[in-house]
């Protein structure tokens, strides 16, 4: 799970990257690594943030932002635990609601589950 944490922050650094940024300083770097998990924290002078925790188990939640060259303010969240790795952020796409007709549908089946017919 290290590794995918890893993989993501420095994508996510590269991805925030421009001309102006070959300068930026560290403002803050914590890692603090212990038998029962982990924290770790950067933030730099041009307005990247990451901070994460993990724990003995390889769980680990946390979050990383930047700045975009178009000015706007990126922020994605995430956990990766057993159920994988599983981001969250407005700008991620979602899928489209489910329909009125399904939701009934499925209301309806739970409503009246299936008989089972006896056997001969």
């Known amino acids: 799970m290290f590794k995918l944490f890893l993989i993501t922050t420095l994508i996510a650094f ?3 990257v421009s001309d102006d940024d070959v300068h930026a300083e560290a403002t803050l770097l914590k890692s603090d690594v212990r038998p029962d998990g982990f924290d770790s924290a950067l933030e ?21 932002e930047w700045v975009s060259p178009e000015g706007e303010h ?6 990766a635990d057993e159920n994988g ?10 899928p489209p609601p489910v329909p ?9 089946i739970k409503a009246h589950p299936p008989h ?3 056997h001969h």
């Open 100 to 108: 009125e007709a399904i939701l009934k549908a499925i209301e309806y």
């Open 74 to 79: 990126i922020k994605v969240s995430y956990v």
């Open 14 to 16: 590269a991805a925030a």
């Open 116 to 118: 089972d017919e006896p």
């Open 44 to 64: 730099t002078t041009n307005h990247i943030h990451q901070v994460a925790s993990g724990d003995e188990h390889g769980n680990i939640h946390g979050d990383f």
């Open 85 to 94: 790795y599983q981001p969250s952020s407005d700008l991620l796409p979602t």
